[in-house]
């Protein structure tokens, strides 16, 4: 079970720390994403990282401003979001799973997902 927090409103230039907490039978070796989607958008993908070391991976329009990471205990997954933007306005997703290389950012590849936190950014 993935569930988010950290959402809220923002203007825009501001920060936000994203985090998902997976809790129950989970695998310790599974890629760990970001994703958002923001209305009548397709869910795309922000960033990612392989729980026991790996990427991570970022969308090239959050490049140099946001960070994913995790804890030591590899249970909770951060995204800590700066110089947020209008455009960074969406729900945002956590998820896991076990995708291809080259298809770290494709949302389909992803079996576990939370229940979403929105992110809204005023200009």
């Known amino acids: 079970q993935l569930m988010e927090s950290g959402g809220g409103s923002v203007q825009a230039g501001g920060s936000l720390r994203l985090s998902c907490a997976a809790s129950?039978?989970?695998?310790?070796?599974?890629?760990m994403g970001w994703f958002r989607q923001a209305p009548g958008k397709e869910r795309e993908g922000v960033a990612a990282?392989?729980?026991?070391?790996?990427?991570?991976h970022y969308a090239n329009s959050v490049k140099g401003r946001f960070t994913i990471s995790q804890n030591d205990a590899k249970n909770t997954l951060y995204l800590q979001m700066n110089s947020l933007k209008f455009e960074d306005t969406a729900m945002y997703y956590c998820?896991?799973?076990?995708?291809?290389?080259?298809?770290?950012?494709?949302?389909?590849?992803?079996?576990?997902w939370g229940q979403g936190t929105q992110v809204t950014v005023s200009s």
């Open positions: 998820a896991g799973g076990h995708p291809f290389t080259g298809l770290i950012l494709d949302s389909t590849k992803y079996s576990y």
């Open positions: 129950g039978d989970t695998d310790k070796n599974y890629w």
């Open positions: 990282l392989y729980t026991s070391g790996g990427g991570p």
